[in-house]
C-alpha cells in the first residue's frame, strides 16, 4: 500500500507561482509512475502532469504546458509540480497518484491540496 500527502496549495494571484510537494510512502519509489490530477467544483478529475520512473520522461496536459513543471526526487520519495503563470481557470483540488510499480495505471491517490488562483 502507498500513500500519497501532498502540500503547497494555497492562494495565489493570477500570475503568480506555487510548487505542490507529494511524499510517498513505500521502499519503492523509484518504480511508480507518478502524477498529477486536478478537480474544479461541478467538473471531472482531469489529468495534469506524469513522470515515468526510470527515463523520468514527463507528460502534460495541454492546458499546462508550457506553464507547470512535474519532478521527481526518488531519493526523497517526493514528487513536485511547479506551476508558473497561473490563470483562475487552474483553481482546483490537485491531487497526487501513483501507480503500481513498474506500470503505467494510476491506482493510489493522495487527499488533495486547493489551490485557488484569484484575479
Known amino acids: 500500500q502507498v500513500q500519497l500527502v501532498e502540500s503547497g496549495g494555497g492562494l495565489v494571484q493570477t500570475g503568480g507561482s506555487l510548487t505542490l510537494s507529494c511524499i510517498a510512502s513505500?521502499?519503492?519509489?523509484?518504480?511508480?509512475?507518478m502524477g498529477w490530477f486536478r478537480q474544479a467544483p461541478g467538473k471531472e478529475r482531469e489529468f495534469v502532469a506524469s513522470v515515468t520512473w526510470t527515463t523520468s520522461r514527463t507528460n502534460y496536459a495541454d492546458s499546462v504546458k508550457g506553464r507547470f513543471t512535474i519532478s521527481r526526487d526518488n531519493a526523497k520519495n517526493t514528487v513536485l509540480l511547479q506551476m508558473n503563470s497561473l490563470k483562475s481557470e487552474d483553481t482546483a483540488v490537485y491531487f497526487c497518484?501513483?501507480?503500481?510499480?513498474?506500470?503505467?495505471?494510476?491506482?493510489?491517490w493522495g487527499q488533495g491540496t486547493q489551490v485557488t488562483v484569484s484575479s
Open positions: 497518484a501513483a501507480s503500481q510499480p513498474y506500470t503505467m495505471t494510476f491506482a493510489y
Open positions: 513505500g521502499r519503492t519509489f523509484s518504480s511508480y509512475h
